[in-house]
Structure formats: structure tokens, C-alpha cells
């Protein structure tokens, strides 16, 4: 894969661009709130919000893509972050590139997350020439499920799977499946 890769994308209302250092503090902010990480293990830490910018970065120089942090057009505000990557951990459908998004409450219900995550995988099957992009999450997890099916992508039920990294027995350790190829990307009106 090429590192040469776009510092922005674009959509109608939102640019996903590169880390800056001015989004350290509002990212921190999004993974300390515990609405926001529901459905998650926990909130993250400072020192855990700063490693994980980190490894978004080295996600981008190794594949040349990776999560962008999210901004609103005309306001510049950080909203959240949004991309494709490969997980570290290995899944019962691995290899695969996953798409995830994680916005902030106050900007809930106003279409950004899906309107991000069609750019991301527009950029992942048109430029770098992925042929599937997955995405995942809690059974229970309503909300990114309606992400993933307004994105178009294809729940796959008989792939529901346990998350290797939820322990066994906890809540949200049932995960399923959703899946985008390049041909059904190619498709969509």
C-alpha cells in the first residue's frame, strides 16, 4: 500500500482531515464521556487518548489510511473521528479493513457519522483499492447498527461472533458482523 495518501477528504458538510495537536484535548473529552463509550470496556485516559493518536498516525505512514479526525466545514469544530483500519487483533474474519466512528452526543442525529464514513470508504475501495471494508460492533449497540445499514452494508448473521478482546461472560462481548465489498460499493445509486 502507498503512504502517499490525502491530508483532507471532503463532504458537503465535513472535512476529514490529519491530526493536529489542537484536537488532543476535545478527542480526550470524547473518550472520557461515558455515553460516548457505552458500548465500549471504559472510558480512556489522557495518557490512552495520547497513545491512540499515536497509533492512528502510524496507521496512516504504514497503509496509507487510517481514522481522521472530523471536523464541520463551516464552523471548524472537532466532532469526532472516522476512518478505516486494520484491527490489531486478530477476528474470525481476518485479514479485513474495518470502518468505525466515534462522534460527539451533541452531534448525534445529524447524519455525520454515516455522511463521514461513506467518504472514508469511498476513499478506501476508489484510492487505495480495498475490495471489502467491514464494521462491527455490540448486539446491543442499535445506534452504529443504523450506521452501518444506512451505509449500505450487508448484516451477516451467521457471523455474529465473540469479540476476542471482551471477556468472556460480560455484556458486550457478542458482536456482529456487517460487510461492504467494492462491487456492492460500485452499485449504490
Known amino acids: ?19 493536529q495537536e489542537s484536537d488532543f484535548l476535545p478527542y480526550a473529552k470524547l473518550n472520557a464521556d461515558q455515553q460516548v463509550m457505552e ?16 497509533n492512528i498516525e502510524k ?35 481476518s485479514p479485513c479493513v474495518e470502518v468505525a466512528w466515534r462522534i460527539c452526543p451533541d452531534e448525534w442525529g445529524k447524519g455525520y457519522a454515516p455522511e463521514a464514513a461513506s467518504e ?25 447498527r443504523r450506521v452501518m445499514e444506512k451505509l449500505g452494508m450487508q448484516y451477516c448473521p451467521a457471523e455474529d461472533f465473540d469479540h476476542p478482546m471482551v471477556p468472556q461472560g460480560h455484556r458486550l462481548r457478542r458482536h456482529v458482523l456487517y460487510r461492504m465489498s467494492k ?7
Not at 183 to 189: G, S
Open 1 to 19: 500500500m502507498s503512504t502517499n495518501y490525502p491530508t483532507v477528504l471532503r463532504t458537503r458538510r465535513l472535512i476529514l482531515r490529519q491530526w
Open 39 to 54: 458500548f465500549m470496556l471504559g472510558t480512556m485516559t489522557e495518557e490512552e487518548t495520547r497513545q491512540s493518536i499515536a
Open 59 to 93: 496507521h496512516f505512514d504504514a497503509h496509507g489510511f487510517g481514522r481522521w479526525a472530523v471536523q464541520i466545514a463551516d464552523s471548524e469544530k472537532f466532532i469526532g473521528i472516522v476512518g478505516i483500519s486494520i484491527p490489531t487483533y486478530t477476528l474470525p474474519f
Open 120 to 144: 472514508a470508504m469511498r476513499d478506501g475501495f476508489e484510492r487505495v483499492g480495498l475490495q471489502e471494508i467491514v464494521s462491527f460492533t455490540t448486539l446491543i449497540n442499535l445506534k452504529s
Open 183 to 189: 462491487a456492492d460499493w460500485n452499485l449504490r445509486p
